[in-house]
């Protein structure tokens, strides 16, 4: 169209250059040759439009192709099945733990994970007034052996173990660790819930996910087991929680999923022990806070009274000197 | 109100050391209130879920083995 509108331009100043006297036979001639001189480059305009469009098509296309998609570092089977959501009680705003559920999962921890999994962080005193007695925590802790300090010969013993010490860990060291679990490390379980995408959804999936058998076409290394809530796939762990696996004291049904909740609720507390209190004292401070607010608010509007309710009354010098069109009181006159 | 208001004048701002006694105990009893009001609040709201509201059934158990 632009071109087509360009080259009619191009012809008619042409016309007019030649002169006034020829101008009504070459606008004649103009008219009658027209369509036939036309013809030619409207299938050129035609075939060089639709050319470069489909050649800007294509390189837009290209490049979103090769730079433009999102790129991904691993596959979805890579990535793993995202953990669903479920609605955690202590994770309400005002809720604190569920510490009942903290003792089930301690027991949980104790009876199943600790064979495995350690949970360094955490010492025997941190239980007592969450979910255990003093007495219950101490004879706990004295179940297990710690080392002394050197006596006087140089000697390290061992004694029965204190409030003081941590959770004795069920391998010396992580290589040991990897030695006895077919090269897997199990990883420390003390801020597990802070330090997977999904925290306490991410756990309980893990541990309540795994099907029966792997799906048509799943591949599984041998000495590893099909989850697909874990990252790959492959997971090191087994299925350990089944029904009635552990006896509750308080008489809670010990179902696969109600460990995995209280399992769950456990580890975020070992992971945040803190949080009832911080969740405590954070709305205090929103309740005082909000009465601060309001405070001030009030001060600003009285403070700025003055200033807007205030009116200001402008009176224009007399313009004596100036001609009348640039006096606008003389002016209206 | 005046009446009310020269009454407070007089008995707790005139004097400076009455005054300062009246900010230094009206902010202890403020924290007092406050504090007792919103812990029982808080209280309420998690019934059931402390550790004080179930450690009775543990502290009894354990005392009977004594």
């Known amino acids: ?333 | 109100m005046a009446g009310v208001l020269s009454g407070v004048y007089n008995t707790l701002i005139r004097s400076n050391g009455v005054f300062l006694s009246t900010i230094f105990a009206g902010a202890f009893a403020t924290e007092i209130l406050f504090d007792t009001g919103s812990n029982a609040i808080w209280n309420r709201i998690n019934k059931g879920r402390q550790w004080k509201d179930i450690k009775h059934r543990y502290m009894d158990a354990g005392e009977d083995d004594e």
């Not at chain 1, 479920?86 to 309400?92: I, M």
């Not at chain 1, 999962?105 to 007034?129: D, M, N």
Request: a positive charge; proline letters at 6%.
């Open chain 1, 1 to 333: 169209m632009f071109a087509r509108t360009s080259l009619r331009t191009a012809r008619a100043f042409a016309n007019a250059k030649t002169g006034a006297t020829r101008t009504v036979v070459s606008q004649q001639r103009n008219a009658s040759s027209q369509s036939s001189a036309e013809s030619a480059p409207t299938w050129k305009n035609t075939a060089t439009l639709s050319a470069s469009t489909i050649l800007a098509i294509g390189s837009c296309t290209w490049y979103y192709t090769q730079f433009g998609r999102t790129a991904h570092a691993m596959t979805m089977q890579e990535e793993g099945l995202h953990a669903t959501p479920y609605p955690w009680e202590h994770e309400k705003f005002l809720k604190t733990y569920d510490h009942a559920a903290l003792r089930r999962g301690f027991q949980v921890y104790r009876e199943v994970c600790a064979s495995c999994h350690s949970l360094k962080r955490i010492p025997w005193r941190t239980l007592v007034g969450t979910m255990m007695t003093v007495d219950e925590a101490k004879a706990l802790a004295e179940e297990n052996e710690y080392d002394t300090e050197p006596n006087n010969e140089g000697e390290i013993e061992k004694r029965p173990g204190k409030l003081s010490d941590y959770i004795p860990s069920p391998y010396k060291n992580d290589e040991a660790a990897r030695a006895a679990n077919n090269g897997a490390l199990p990883p420390d379980l003390s801020l597990m819930v802070k330090a997977r995408h999904g925290g306490c959804n991410y756990i309980f999936s893990l541990l309540t996910g795994y099907p029966e058998e792997p799906p048509a076409g799943a591949v599984v290394q041998s000495g590893l087991n099909f989850n697909p809530y874990f990252p790959g796939t492959g997971i090191a762990m087994a299925r350990v929680l089944y029904d009635g696996l552990v006896d509750y004291e308080d008489g809670t049904p010990a179902t696969t999923s109600q460990m995995a909740k209280d399992v769950v609720e456990f580890l975020n507390w070992s992971a945040e022990p803190e949080m009832d209190d911080r969740k405590k004292m954070g709305w205090k401070v929103m309740a005082i806070g909000s009465v601060l607010f309001a405070l001030s608010v009030w001060i600003k509007r009285y403070k700025w009274s003055v200033v807007k309710t205030r009116k200001l009354q402008y009176n224009p010098p007399a313009l004596t000197g100036l001609p009348n069109k640039m006096n606008p009181r003389q002016a209206r006159r």
